[in-house]
């Protein structure tokens, strides 16, 4: 088996649910060595969440948490604990990173903050992801999912292009936990940038992702439209349909929905020919980007009566010879048994004792000389207890059991 991209890299994970997780999962699966701290007896509470296979609820069996634990180590541990604070000291004293989503100064006020670790090990990279932050008035706030979508903006333009009248049409979250990913990859991003300059420097650094900020960061166009418009009118982000140059909408076919884009003049004439160059097509309405702009509505009821009569495969498929884009809409069955996705074997099967195969996303991407891989499925509970502070650490057996008895472990 190739090494990979992140072979060698050490990394402790105190975190669960899905942020934290994600980041070290990102980098577990480029060949980084992540152990992952659980709470004694419980776990991480992404254990008690499903999907789980047979609907039949067990620790062991949460597809959320075997996805975002793949090639990790699991232990278990009390860090509030005395002993328990002093074998997290231990995991840490020889780690590149430490990625951590307590709430901030909870670790602090044991000893473990950011400031007595750095005397511990210089070394060391210690990533905390909060939904604010470390500073500021809502750093003990409690956020999640769906609260980051909204506190970060991003679902006050969902749903997109179709927001015709804000006061009956409220704000809506996206489906999934697409802000705990895509804070998890910033975190991942960032933590990764911090290690290239330890790679000069050799000391670590606090990397304070905001899961908030991360959702903020990708509402750009929305704050440019803010910083123009008059302090005393209304906040027209959400009629961002209202700005666009050409169709950009799904519309409903005869058998599901196509994604359409006809941004350009060239879109233009060639949905015009996919049409069958219908008359209305050629009215001096139509005639120029700005003129379609201008008869934005009159153009997609047009558009949306004759792709109502289409079968969506079909129009994809035609007008993608024209260099249109156009794509359908998608269920979850139908991307999994996708050619492209197939080709790409970008769907992958992990087997696990408690579940047996279930097939997961890959990597988005593909590296030629360090691949990305699954080497072992998440881990149970306490699963690697014995060889972590056994082998590593050194500890006996009996002080292994005895650190069992008294819930440290």
């Keep these: 088996m190739p090494d990979g991209a992140l072979t060698g890299l050490k990394i402790v994970e105190l975190s669960e649910r899905v942020t934290g997780p994600f980041c070290t999962k990102v980098m577990a699966d480029l060949g980084a060595e992540v152990i992952k701290i659980e709470k004694p007896g419980s776990g991480d509470v992404a254990r008690t969440r499903g999907p789980f296979p047979g609907d039949e609820p067990h620790p062991d069996r949460s597809a959320l948490f075997l996805y975002l634990n793949t090639n990790k180590i699991g232990i278990t541990l009390d860090i509030t604990q005395s002993q328990g604070a002093d074998l997290f000291r ?12 307590q709430t901030p100064g909870f670790l602090d006020s044991l000893g473990l903050g950011y400031e007595s670790l750095q005397q511990l090990a210089p ?15 809502y750093r003990q706030y409690k956020a999640y999912n769906l609260n980051n979508f909204h506190a970060g903006v991003v679902g006050y333009e969902t749903p997109f292009n179709y927001v015709t009248d804000p006061e009956n049409e409220p704000p809506v979250k996206a489906g999934g936990q697409q802000a705990d990913l895509l804070s998890g990859w910033t975190a991942a991003s960032a933590t990764m940038s911090a290690v290239f300059l330890r790679e000069q420097t050799g000391e670590g650094q606090h990397v304070d992702i905001s899961e908030v900020e991360a959702v903020a960061h990708m509402v750009r166009p929305n704050t440019a439209l803010y910083t123009h418009e008059p302090p005393d009118g209304p906040n027209r982000s959400r009629f961002l349909r209202r700005t666009k140059w050409g169709l950009a909408y799904v519309f409903p076919c005869k058998d599901g929905h196509i994604a359409l884009l006809a941004l350009t003049d060239q879109h233009w004439e060639s949905l015009k020919v996919l049409m069958g160059r219908p008359e209305w097509a050629d009215s001096e309405l139509f005639t120029t980007l700005m003129s379609r702009f201008q008869n934005l509505d009159a153009l997609e009821v047009s558009v949306a009566a004759w792709i109502a009569e289409q079968k969506r495969d079909d129009l994809a498929r035609e007008g993608q010879e024209l260099h249109i884009p156009v794509f359908p809409v998608r269920d979850m069955r139908e991307v999994v048994e996708s050619t492209q996705f197939r080709d790409r074997e970008f769907f992958i099967d992990i087997d696990h004792p408690a579940t047996g195969p279930i097939t997961y996303p890959g990597a988005p991407f593909k590296l030629s000389a360090t691949p990305w891989q699954v080497r072992s499925p998440a881990p149970q509970l306490g699963q690697h207890n014995s060889q972590v502070y056994g082998e590593r650490l050194g500890l006996s057996a009996q002080q292994l059991e005895q650190l069992h008895t008294d819930g440290v472990i």
């Design 90 to 101: 231990g995991l840490v004293k020889d780690a590149d990173i430490l990625v951590e989503t």
């Design 123 to 137: 070394q060391l990279i210690v990533t905390s992801i909060s939904p604010f932050r470390q500073t500021g008035p």
